[in-house]
């Protein structure tokens, strides 16, 4: 099974940090590759799939990046909105693993 | 509007069972692979099962595997989860989510979920 590691697995900043989190593989996955936010007692949301492409109406201030077995969500500005959990999921075989999540909170 | 709709959860003793029911509607269901995805309380998101568009593959978690099973009606849009020999450990929300392709992709939707619990 492809085990996937994010990091950190969680982190503090403030309304317009530039914020980012590394997901890393156990072997390549590229380019099928996740990325979920998911909100207190809501379901997990796509942002962003096949490692770089954003999915349909979710702010441009999400982006994607990495390959291989290494990977990377960026929020450019954070807003109050997106203060949640992460996940990444690989979904090159299967089991489609997750990452254990990062809890984004705020300073 | 795409809409997923589990239900079948509840609380069960170890050793017991319970299928769970995920009724889909606004899109074309034998067209879309489906998949279970579960959620420990406090904890992060653990893949389940799955199964393709058709039905003829399914794919399951080494945690489950020889418990559960995935299954779908095509005709009746629904997609299911027989859970047999329940354990502590498989308390969780249990969300149904739409692959994004028919033989399985990332999941761009997801139900509410249903809960589970099993405990004597």
């Known amino acids: 099974d492809i085990q996937m590691t994010q990091s950190p697995s969680s982190l503090s900043a403030s309304v317009g940090d530039r914020v980012s989190i590394t997901c890393r593989a156990s072997?390549?996955?590229?380019?099928?590759l996740a990325w979920y936010q998911q909100k207190p007692g809501k379901a997990p949301k796509v942002l962003i799939y096949?490692?770089?492409i954003l999915e349909s109406g979710v702010p441009s201030r999400f982006s994607g990046s990495g390959s291989g077995t290494e990977f990377t969500l960026t929020i450019s500005s954070l807003q109050p909105d997106d203060f949640a959990t992460y996940s990444c999921?690989?979904?090159?075989?299967?089991?489609?693993?997750f990452g254990q999540g990062t809890k984004v909170e705020i300073k | 509007e795409v809409q997923l709709l589990e239900s079948g959860g509840g609380l069960v003793q170890p050793g017991g069972s319970l299928r769970l029911s995920c009724a889909a509607s606004?899109?074309?269901?034998?067209?879309?692979?489906m998949t279970w995805v579960r959620q420990a309380p406090g904890q992060g998101l653990e893949w389940v099962s799955a199964?393709?568009?058709?039905?003829?593959?399914?794919y399951h978690a080494d945690s489950v595997r020889g418990r559960f099973t995935i299954s779908r009606d095509n005709s009746k849009n629904t997609l299911y989860l027989q859970m047999n020999s329940l354990r502590v450990e498989d308390t969780a929300l249990y969300y149904c989510?739409?692959?994004?392709?028919?033989?399985?992709?990332?999941?761009?939707?997801w139900g509410q979920g249903t809960l589970v619990t099993v405990s004597s």
């Open positions: 989510a739409r692959d994004d392709a028919p033989g399985g992709g990332y999941y761009d939707f």
């Open positions: 606004g899109f074309t269901f034998s067209g879309y692979g």
């Open positions: 199964i393709t568009g058709s039905g003829g593959s399914s």
């Open positions: 072997q390549s996955v590229s380019p099928w």
């Open positions: 096949k490692a770089s």
């Open positions: 999921q690989q979904y090159n075989s299967y089991p489609k693993t």
